[in-house]
T-cell receptor
Framework: GQQVMQIPQYQHVQEGEDFTTYCNSSTTLSNIQWYKQRPGGHPVFLIQLVKSGEVKKQKRLTFQFGEAKKNSSLHITATQTTDVGTYFCAGTGGTSYGKLTFGQGTILTVHP | DGGITQSPKYLFRKEGQNVTLSCEQNLNHDAMYWYRQDPGQGLRLIYYSQIVNDFQKGDIAEGYSVSREKKESFPLTVTSAQKNPTAFYLC?????????FGPGTRLTVT
């Protein structure tokens, strides 16, 4: 079945440093979504990428979808303590309409 | 306010007992999902339903059961057959695209 791998599992940064998490799928994806889960909270949708090579920005966050639609990345510029949490990618395959396969997540810690 | 509610937030049960977790949404979404979250393993899909009176097994359905009698409700029963039921359970719904998650139920079985 479809597998989505995410690295790194943990990332510790000093406030102001950049952060990147990477997501790789075993199969071609129809789209990829990114979610953020604050400690003790539930996942909250950040963005969806659909097109090959797509790049989207949300303030300090930059999301990319690979040309082959099998990989994606999330980059945060100049991290802040409010960025703390777990970032998940989740992909949808060809025939699995609506069904997301989540990566294991990257736990981000930001030291002030 | 529109959203998804899960109750209770914390649940404690003895081994051998079935337990039902509640999930209600007023977003008028057709699709609903149940996930299990364990430390370091992300979210794993237990069951999902794309329409009332129909549901499909996810990746880890063994030891769980669901029903979808109403559009708004998708309860999950953790049966005594589930070998390691202690986990954080998340319910989600979607109309098209993004999924909206409830606050979750943390189940502890001893």
């Amino acid at each position: 079945g479809q597998q989505v791998m995410q690295i790194p599992q943990y990332q510790h940064v000093q406030e102001g440093e950049d952060f990147t998490t990477y997501c790789n799928s075993s199969t071609t994806l129809s789209n990829i979504q990114w979610y953020k889960q604050r400690p003790g909270g539930h996942p909250v949708f950040l963005i969806q990428l659909v097109k090959s090579g797509e790049v989207k920005k949300q303030k300090r966050l930059t999301f990319q979808f690979g040309e082959a639609k099998k990989n994606s990345s999330l980059h945060i510029t100049a991290t802040q303590t409010t960025d703390v949490g777990t970032y998940f990618c989740a992909g949808t395959g060809g025939t699995s309409y609506g069904k997301l396969t989540f990566g294991q997540g990257t736990i981000l810690t930001v030291h002030p | 306010d529109g959203g998804i509610t899960q109750s209770p937030k914390y649940l404690f049960r003895k081994e051998g007992q079935n337990v039902t977790l509640s999930c209600e949404q007023n977003l008028n979404h057709d699709a609903m999902y149940w996930y299990r979250q364990d430390p370091g393993q992300g979210l794993r899909l237990i069951y999902y339903s794309q329409i009332v009176n129909d549901f499909q097994k996810g990746d880890i359905a063994e030891g769980y059961s669901v029903s979808r009698e109403k559009k708004e409700s998708f309860p999950l029963t953790v049966t005594s057959a589930q070998k390691n039921p202690t986990a954080f359970y998340l319910c989600a719904s979607s109309g098209w695209g993004e999924q909206y998650f409830g606050p979750g139920t943390r189940l502890t079985v001893t």
